[in-house]
């Protein structure tokens, strides 16, 4: 009857695992796996994987009932599955354990829909939840309990939209996407011009945001809509939790962005870009491709493709490293300075006796 | 019928806008503006603006069908809307073309409302919206649909509340307030009193948040009510997304505060502050008028009015310059102190020579 | 009929106040007491307290009617209650005077409830609130309208979900825990491979979140689902707005983490640890009992039970201090590094002349 029901298998043996993954068996297929688990917090009946020879020594005490190991550990006394990638192995039987969040079949009937929506086929909408009017689902896309979707919003195919999720009048939402809940797609750009009273008036925002395929938004962001034409996340972008994205702003194909990060109005960023934890950029700059800059950095001009850059200001990361060293020696070199001025003086003094 | 319908026209000649404007027009009043765009954006049909002379190049390229300049540019040979302030100009154009979120007339039927509310003409709330009871709304405001409003909540006339926004029981809101998606405006302070095994009491908040006329408060933010009294927002304030205002906070008129700021309790703003991004205040402080700090500072003490500081902690802007120079320039630093070791040993052991 | 009319009385006498704290009355136990405030702010009619030295000059000036005070305290003329900790004593009058955020008794017949519920004595569920199935919810909890609980979530007694608040699928809730406005429990954790083609694959994420007894959770947090197992927060810790708390994480008993804090992915905390405003740590370090770390500080490491550490990469507290002072000297320093120069300079010269 419910969807858990009909796709959720609650074990499956060895033998399927490793025929599902392509990987060599080693030991019994018959052994029923019905969970996933940590090296350490695996137990019996449950699946864990090894990646390399750093946890090599918790593979061997680990009561997993079996292992996913690259080739280099087929000679471990579990049960084993053999294969190349066994992190990738690992997240592909993660999504037979997956539950996805349970929804009804159809459109609940304390949902709100809008006059003249589009819906494909298979399009799911959780108990009240609010869809507005002239806006077009994908097919089998689902929009959770509790969310907001605006006016003239276009989503595509197979999308999630978790609870409590809000999405803003015009925004575009391409396929395979996934919102979390809390998170805001559409909120006004920041922008006021200074009156001659020296107030603040506000500047409209008239533009959307859009949001290309396989993209991943975290709980809680809040990406803004452009002051005119669009904020742009490309493809295959994944957006952790509580990440602010000004107006305007162009996040390229692939890039990460880890919790916390803001990037201010009109920044543009290039593809395989990673932000780690809470970085902020200044507007209007641009980082090029494979840009990785280090937790906790503030930027304020642009940086070129293939660069590392930390710090508040940035600065290349090698550097930033050699500048730590030296700060934490500046007690150090305080003292070395005053033992030279003792030296000099003396030499000074004894110059004066000649 | 509808709001948009009534209110939105699709296009403005050059003329009307010249007249709404009082600008100067240089070229065809019957030019049809159907939209807005920067000068690298806009296509025919659209409007573009120029404030000054760092963007000329851009303006003689843009394909824009008319250009808002200052009269310095009179000579550009666009259709031309020649005025003093063109992005204030701009900002005004843009309202006429900005589509308020759609709200129907009236309140919406599947909208939770409590006993005891008084609304104002024309107040509008939308769809699995919530208000409480012993609510006050001013004419004209809409409380969009999803929205949370407690109970014993009086907002001003003319306001904006998003969908999904939050404001909870007692808070005081102004006139031309705008409150964004995911706010939360009343949440609980953050204070706790020790106990003698160690753990944490809660002190109840007992206070409200007041937020007064023209404040923008923006997605995602959290404002925490007061210990006791009011934590309280100014008039004109503009607060960017997922800032925090602890309680007890007064931030004064006409503040900037640029998104992921956070401003610990009981710290006061005065006027004109302007707070970049991701900065932290310590609880307890004042912070003067005119004060701007530096995005990602980290502000422990007090700052008088008119200071611009940086840094963490946040020493006066020019220092924090100088400062910076100084820590690159630390390996070399390095360097010339190792020289002058070298340079007086040797000079020690010709004194001992001699 | 409403539970605020039940329970809360509009005024008490500082009688009844002396006796409920155990506290010494000096002056007249007649007098009614209608709220609470600050020294500076409480008027006729309002409780005030004082916990020591630093705030005496205030006392003396106070329009408080009653002053809450220490033994040291109690030559002070105004009417006062004598007990050994006025800051818990206020805190807890403070809940005399408290207004719970009013909920009707049951369940609001405009709230979502799954099938399969068992709900204790004494649940309220407020308006548009939506409960999923399989759940369980303690006596005396409260979920406010406007609330998201998924499915096979279980909440124990005394809670109190505040409106907006979204607990997802299979998440586990203590005794007497507060979620407030906007918090997001059970979002997927942050963990993706790279295919061979450098896009990134979603790893599920099939772990729940568990929060102990006794736990507060700030507005707009959101805490992510553990990959495998648990995130887990354990009793006593109270968590301000904002912050952000990976998968896997483990938070010990009794900390305090300050607004905009973010922790990275399967670290742990010990007890009592205290992280300032907008510190980050990064992913799989320890922290030990008790440790304190600044704020805005940037934690790379694990750190040892007991330390202070402060800065970006964090240091030992005190040689952060260190650090800062010699940090601004650089100028200086600079300056007789050129001196010493200039002198050894002189001496080199002086001794080519001999």
């Known amino acids: 009857m419910t969807e858990q029901g009909a796709k959720i298998k609650e074990f499956h ?32 009946g449950q699946l864990s994987f090894l990646t390399g020879a750093r946890y090599a020594h918790l593979a061997s005490q680990s009561n997993a009932s079996a292992l996913i190991v690259p080739p280099s550990f087929a000679h471990l006394e579990h049960t084993l599955l053999i294969c190349s990638q066994p992190d990738l192995a690992m997240a592909r039987v993660a999504h037979l354990f997956s539950k996805p969040l349970f929804l009804n079949e159809g459109i609940d009937k304390s949902a709100h829909i809008g006059s003249n929506c589009e819906f494909g086929s298979g399009v799911r909408i959780g108990p009240l ?50 919102i979390h809940s809390g998170a805001v797609v559409g909120s006004d750009g920041f922008g006021f011009v200074q009156d001659d009273k020296g107030r603040h008036q506000k500047i409209p925002q008239i533009g959307v ?54 990037i ?36 304020p001009h642009s940086v070129k493709a293939g660069e590392d850059v930390s710090g508040i200001p940035a600065i290349p990361h090698k550097e930033f490293l050699k500048m730590l060293v030296h700060m934490r020696r500046l007690p150090e070199f305080r003292e070395e300075l005053r033992q030279l001025k003792a030296k000099i ?10």
């Open 129 to 178: 939840a609010h869809v507005g009017s002239n806006c077009r689902l994908g097919s089998s896309t689902r929009i959770c309990g509790s969310c907001y979707v605006g006016n003239d919003v276009c989503i595509g195919d197979d999308c999630m939209i978790y609870p409590s999720a809000t999405i803003l009048d015009g925004c575009q939402i391409g396929n395979r996407v996934i």
């Open 264 to 299: 201010s109005g009109s920044t543009k960023l290039g593809n395989h870009v990673i932000l780690a934890g809470q970085v902020g950029l200044v507007g209007h700059i641009e980082i090029g491709d494979r840009v990785r800059i280090g937790a906790k950095s503030g930027v």
């Open 345 to 354: 003086n003396e030499l000074e003094k004894a110059k004066h006796r000649d």
């Open 209 to 262: 945001v859009q949001i290309d395929d396989d993209v991943e938004i975290g709980a809680n962001c809040t990406i803004d809509r452009a002051r005119f034409g669009k904020t742009w996340i490309q493809r295959g972008t994944k957006i952790d939790n509580l990440v602010q994205i000004a107006h305007n702003v162009v996040v390229g194909e692939d890039c990460i962005l880890i919790s916390q990060v803001g």
């Open 13 to 44: 043996s060895t033998g399927e695992l490793a025929s599902f993954l392509g990987a060599t068996l080693k030991g019994s297929p018959e052994i029923q796996i019905t969970g996933l688990g940590t090296l350490e917090e695996a137990g019996p």
